[in-house]
């Protein structure tokens, strides 16, 4: 709305030139004014940011009370009629169950229907937390559905991996990388993360790429780095430096072992730089490995790299993008995620479906609460992935 009600309570703030009963009078006149096609989930965040700011500014907490509560009741009382709130009171007090008469897809979505009508009314007010409490009891029969759903489509997708591995006329890296992935064996966990044929590459504070492994029972990591031998004076800090390597050969780059790192536009030679060990009780402990291109990447991130010389097709794509969203329903869950902002950089040339996806919000890679990087298939039907790793920036573990 272009006449915001926030630029008319920010005045309010501002200047303070009228009483709490004089600005409920106006406050309410301005909702009484609004046409009911406005009913958007920015209006209600808009209503809620109003009377936030208004709780704030009234330091008597008993007035405050009374008045925030008025302003509640008429604002939801002059947006809906009462047949409406009739039926969001039933929607959130009704039990919820699987319908047997439904397939296991049919009945996710309706559960996720039935969320987002939910969802759409945790803006308005005094509802929010019965809302939300509804949301705890209901989500576990979510889970239920997406797990007997899994169930289902276990058969189509080893038959699907079958498949890739068995395709024929593919470039070799790309085969090997798929191999490697599909058929793992015990061995490659004495490899270092830096040397694996895929790697999650995260940008540091200091501006520097750099390879995480968040696993830190990684055997081939621990022989690199010495986590008993970091001082409790420094237990969240990034450790770089002599004292956490037991053989600093053993990193050494030679044309042998070679690095190739991924940004969303191409594929360029990297350096090994430095590795360390942080360890952050909030943000997860993981090994660290730092690399800088060797070649002039301009504003571009580093987004994986991988011990082959892969060959990628990269673009974006964002019908996929669409299919992977409708796949990927961040809903349900506890703390924060990036599901809702995957999105397609490649795909992996020889094969059908095979794409490699990272976070990408409107602020650009990773402007979101969890990084993600992943190589999934993907079509109208399956989603599933053959490898991802991901980065907690949102802190999960310490709430």
Not at 33 to 52: G, R, T
Not at 145 to 162: C, D, F, G, T, V
């Amino acid at each position: 709305m272009k006449d915001s009600l926030s630029v008319y309570f920010d005045t309010y703030i501002k200047y303070n030139k009228y009483s709490q009963e004089r600005l409920l009078l106006q406050l309410i006149s301005r909702v009484d004014a609004i046409k009911k096609d406005q009913k958007s989930p920015e209006f209600f965040s808009e209503l809620d940011q109003l009377i936030s700011l208004q709780s704030k500014h009234n330091q008597d907490l008993e007035k405050n009370k009374r008045v925030t509560d008025s302003l509640q009741q008429v604002i939801l009382h002059k947006i809906y009629s009462s047949e409406e709130l009739t039926a969001i009171r039933s929607l959130y007090e009704r039990t919820y169950e699987i319908d047997p008469s439904l397939t296991i897809k049919e009945n996710e979505q309706a559960f996720i229907k039935y969320y987002e009508k939910l969802d759409n009314y945790q803006g308005p007010l005094f509802y929010k937390d019965s809302v939300w409490s509804h949301i705890s009891k209901v989500c576990p029969i979510y889970w239920k559905i997406r797990s007997e759903l899994w169930k289902e489509n276990q058969p189509k997708i080893e038959a699907l991996k079958e498949k890739i591995l068995l395709k024929d006329g593919v470039p070799e890296a790309n085969k090997k990388l798929l191999q490697a992935l599909l058929m793992p064996d015990s061995s490659q966990d004495s490899i270092p993360t830096y040397k694996r044929v895929m790697a999650a590459v995260f940008e540091s504070t200091d501006g520097l790429w750099s390879i995480h492994q968040m696993y830190t029972g990684s055997k081939g990591d621990s022989l690199l780095i010495d986590k008993t031998a970091i001082p409790d004076s420094l237990d969240s800090q990034l450790f770089i430096g002599d004292k956490l390597f037991k053989d600093f050969s053993a990193v050494e780059i030679t044309d042998a072992i070679k690095i190739y790192g991924y940004s969303e536009k191409r594929r360029v030679d990297v350096e090994l730089v430095s590795i360390g060990y942080q360890n952050d009780m909030c943000l997860e402990s993981y090994y660290v490995y730092d690399i800088l291109p060797k070649n002039d990447i301009g504003n571009e991130k580093i987004v994986f790299t991988s011990s082959l010389p892969l060959e990628l097709e990269f673009n974006r794509n964002t019908e996929v993008d669409s299919l992977l969203y409708e796949h990927n329903f961040a809903i349900c869950y506890d703390c924060g995620s990036g599901w809702a902002s995957e999105k397609v950089i490649a795909s992996l040339k020889g094969y059908e479906n095979i794409y490699f996806v990272v976070t990408i919000g409107k602020k650009g890679i990773d402007a979101a609460e969890t990084y993600i990087r992943s190589l999934r298939y993907i079509d109208k039907d399956l989603s599933f992935s053959l490898w991802s790793d991901e980065f907690d920036a949102f802190g999960c573990s310490c709430l």
